[in-house]
């Protein structure tokens, strides 16, 4: 325990785009790739059409990088992570929250807002600084943001608090069962 308690916290960096116009052109550019990539030709040389359409991202995004604000997260403690989940409970219409069993998109919410002791689990990096935001900070943020980056935001925040450790359980019991899962 003493191992993992003195290694650096696992955190990710997502970018957004206060734009809102230029956010909802990137969404649907990604979409568009996020089909192609479902649907790849595995033909040599064909084209599939993905080059023109990241290039067109990367133009998006260079014409507006004065709005590109990157947020970081850090994996919650286990017990602020139940407790988030805890207090938002699923919302009966969303396949997502019911799959779960907890409000999804308001538990990554909470989670981005998230402090214990002085310490924040969330915040903007600005010029190689981080910058804690306010609960009011953070509304005023995501009441700004495109659906697209707040979707962003909730894979990202899940992605550290279940997906991720789930993942490491599975690697860890293979390997003590001698089981070969092409990582190890």
Known sequence: MAKRKA??????????LLDVESSEEIAALQAQMDDLASNADQRLGVSDGSEEIQAQIDALKDVTADAI????????????????????????????DLTYGYNVDAAARAAAKAQRGGHAFGWCAEDGKSRTLTDEQWDDLFSMLSGHDMTEIRDAIWNLNEWAPTMRL???????AGIETGSN
């Open 7 to 16: 290694a650096p916290p696992k955190t990710v960096k997502v970018e957004v």
């Open 69 to 96: 604000l990157t947020l970081e997260f850090e994996r919650l403690p286990g017990d602020l992570w139940t407790d988030v989940i805890a207090k938002n409970p699923s919302r009966g219409e969303s396949a997502l």
């Open 170 to 176: 599975l690697a860890a019991k293979k390997a003590s």
